[in-house]
């Protein structure tokens, strides 16, 4: 069974940084592209940054400059740089994978359990 496993939220004051971790452990056979959404409070989920195997990114206009995805294929894991916190940055951050398990023969999306981030003085 796959299951992300995410890391790093916290309390944080305006203006810092966090690092978040999603690791897919598990039997698998490949990891496509892997994401970081957000959901605050009130509001729907959004897409924050994606990376390919290829390393493409791509990343939401809210936190360009701000925010750097970054992977390490080996480990099955990415990371989430956040830089520059601002009190909107505020919510629940999930880790997205297109996973391919050893027990299917097509990918399927998988999502973790969230990671609260929060921003304030």
């Known amino acids: 069974q796959v299951q992300l496993v995410e890391s790093g939220g916290g309390l944080v004051q305006p203006g810092g940084s966090l690092k978040l971790s999603c690791a897919a452990p598990?039997?698998?056979?490949?990891?496509?592209?892997m994401g970081w959404y957000r959901q605050a409070p009130g509001k729907q989920r959004e897409l924050v940054a994606t990376?390919?195997?290829?390393?493409?990114?791509d990343y939401a206009g809210s936190v360009a400059g701000r925010f750097a995805i970054s992977r390490d294929n080996a480990k099955n894991t990415i990371y989430l740089q956040i830089n520059t916190l601002k009190p909107e940055d505020t919510a629940v951050y999930f880790c997205?994978?297109?996973?391919?398990?050893?027990?299917?023969?097509?990918?399927?999306?998988?999502w973790g359990q969230g990671t609260q981030v929060t921003v304030s003085s």
């Open positions: 598990g039997s698998i056979s490949s990891v496509a592209a």
């Open positions: 990376i390919t195997r290829l390393n493409y990114v």
């Open positions: 997205n994978a297109q996973i391919l398990p050893r027990s299917l023969d097509y990918y399927n999306s998988y």
